[in-house]
């Protein structure tokens, strides 16, 4: 079983940045691939960055690339989100997830546990 917990959401103006993180508890984090995804009022969840286990393999939704980073601490059980140049529609809900199947996939169904979710709010 694996805990996730999201920190480092608010509220912040067009063309600003936050950093997102995401602890994990266990003791198998390095065997998982992670990934960022989020949610806004009445849309699906839509995926925005993956990372593998190692770090070495890494993907973005096309919305996101060039403007956001993921990375990983194995050694802080962490992962984050670095989100530069924010725009009103990145506004959602964003979820870290564990895949302990280490995937790296974009379809949030085969993550097997979420955090509980941060909210971002960008205002123009």
């Known amino acids: 079983q694996v805990q996730l917990v999201e920190s480092g959401g608010g509220l912040v103006q067009a063309v600003g940045s936050l950093r997102l993180s995401c602890a994990a508890s266990g003791r198998t984090f390095s065997n998982y691939a992670m990934g960022w995804f989020r949610q806004a009022p009445g849309k699906e969840r839509e995926f925005v960055a993956a990372?593998?286990?190692?770090?070495?393999?890494?993907y973005y939704a096309d919305s996101v690339k060039g403007r956001f980073t993921i990375s990983r601490d194995n050694a802080k059980n962490t992962v984050y989100l670095q989100m530069n140049s924010l725009k009103p529609e990145d506004t959602a809900v964003y979820y870290c997830?564990?895949?302990?199947?280490?995937?790296?996939?974009?379809?949030?169904?085969?993550?097997?546990?979420w955090g509980q979710g941060t909210q971002v709010t960008v205002s123009s």
């Open positions: 990372v593998s286990w190692g770090g070495r393999n890494i």
């Open positions: 997830a564990a895949d302990r199947l280490g995937r790296n996939s974009k379809r949030f169904n085969e993550y097997d546990y």
